[in-house]
């Protein structure tokens, strides 16, 4: 049975159409398609139904997609495995944050572009939720407070924070002095989340408040400097703007915990090597930058 057919179909199913999985694959549809039949020709048996919103997966299709995306990661284990010198080859997609992986992760990824020139790396800078099963990635960087799922985590550095405000912010409305007084300021947010902070050894929780709302930290920066509230910001990204005095830190007697840098990969499946490569890569460039502080 052809490998390439395997993968072609595991493509197709995750990206729910044949459009969607040839831009994956960098493949024609036609070619796709071809490849689609002769696999359910070699079996005997039809594995996607055809609409017209796309494809669906048909009882045996569904059954067999974990099948073939077992052997599929199998293969490339396998072919990873006995390259000369750990060398990698093949795709590679990683998703990573658009206000915080441009700056911090770019070029991490490019090293590991340069270390392993057999490999192809995809990475989609975004700070919405990518759904790692269905739109086909192989892991993701993401930062901060990891929700409860079945994603499989490996935490690769710290990441801390603090909350900072402009001072005409401050100067108008007043600085909060304890975690509830928040309540009472605008805060700037990605949705509706929750703030934690340390009061000694015990841990404060608030549902904070405000009108503005982005799912981009750059955006929520402009917000603070601005005026127009408290934000929870990375201290990778405020940096700049506390050393000039466009921001100012508010509430230093409460911080957040310290946060994390994540790789986060898809559950049941074996950790491929190019996620362990990406892993160590991160984890070695966060431990050298915190000797040199």
Partial sequence: MDIEELRTFVEVADAGGVSGAARRLGLSKSVVSRRLLRLETELGVQLLARTTRGVALTEAGATFRDYA?????????????????????????????????????????????????????????????VDLVAEGYDCAIRVGYLPDSDLLSRRVGPLYGKLVASPIYIDTHGSPEIPEDLLAHQSLMQGNESWQFMDGADIVTVRPRGRFKADNGT????????????????????GDYLASGALVAVMTRYPPPPAGIYVVRPPGRHPAPKVGALTELLIDCFEKSRESR
């Fill in 69 to 129: 995306a077992r052997a599929c990661a199998e293969i490339d284990s396998g072919r990873e495995s006995i390259m000369p010198d750990g060398e990698l080859r093949g795709r590679f997609r990683v998703a990573a944050p658009l206000t915080f992986g441009p700056s911090h992760f770019a070029a991490i990824i490019a090293t590991m572009a340069r270390l392993h020139p057999r490999l192809h790396i995809h990475t989609c800078y975004t700070d919405r939720f």
């Fill in 219 to 238: 955006a929520l920066v402009a917000a603070a400097t601005a005026g127009l509230g408290i934000a929870w910001l990375p201290d990778g990204i405020t």
